[in-house]
């Protein structure tokens, strides 16, 4: 497959299913055994899959799963307390190279330091922030896009500003686009 081809060192990210979700219950077993047979064979591209979900994530890895296939970040969506409360820790159960998460929309002020950990380590390695976008968007406010960001700096994950509410401008020092 060409597009599994390294081109000049840099190694391509896929953002799985963004309009879907690879771990609903709705999803049929066999089409997930084919997106799997595809990921476990293209190992130059690095595939993030996010889901709402975390919690059927185990029960629908592949038999060969074991630690993790190394190009495979798996990530949770978390938009406020509750959902981080739920979900991280479902995430975390499962071995990966690099857990993530959304926090898009960000819908209040999320502690987030106890979960995270720098690339390499276990716990969170990469947070995504963001605000809504697409009509009726509710507010996220930008001091808790830069409490997510120092706490990201504090503990060495990696920290990602993806869009302000409305796809307002982003300021200046939220402007931070880092991978693990």
């Known amino acids: 497959m060409k597009w599994n081809q390294l081109a000049q060192g840099l190694r391509p990210r ?3 299913l963004s309009l879907g979700d690879f771990f609903d219950n709705q999803a049929e077993p066999e089409w997930r055994a084919d997106a799997w047979a595809i990921i476990r064979e293209c190992r130059n591209l690095d595939w993030l899959i996010l889901t709402k979900r975390p919690q059927n994530i185990r029960k629908m890895l592949p ?3 074991g630690d993790g296939y190394p190009q495979v970040w ?3 969506t978390t938009e406020n307390c509750k959902e981080a409360s739920r979900r991280i820790r479902h995430l975390l159960a499962i071995p990966a190279k ?3 998460l959304s926090a898009e929309p960000l819908l209040e002020p999320l502690e987030l330091r106890c979960h995270l950990a720098p690339s390499g380590q276990h716990g969170i390695n990469w947070v995504v922030g963001g605000g809504e976008t697409g009509g009726n968007e509710r507010y ?3 001091d808790w ?3 997510l960001r120092d706490q990201c700096r504090t503990t060495g994950a990696a920290y990602f500003m993806k869009q302000m509410t409305k796809k307002a401008e ?3 020092d939220l402007l931070i686009r880092e991978y693990p």
Request: charged share 15%; no cysteine.
């Open 140 to 142: 996220s406010n930008p």
């Open 74 to 76: 798996l990530g949770t």
């Open 98 to 100: 690099v857990h993530w």
């Open 145 to 147: 896009f830069r409490d």
């Open 14 to 16: 896929v953002f799985t």
């Open 63 to 65: 038999p060969d799963w």
């Open 170 to 172: 982003i300021p200046p």
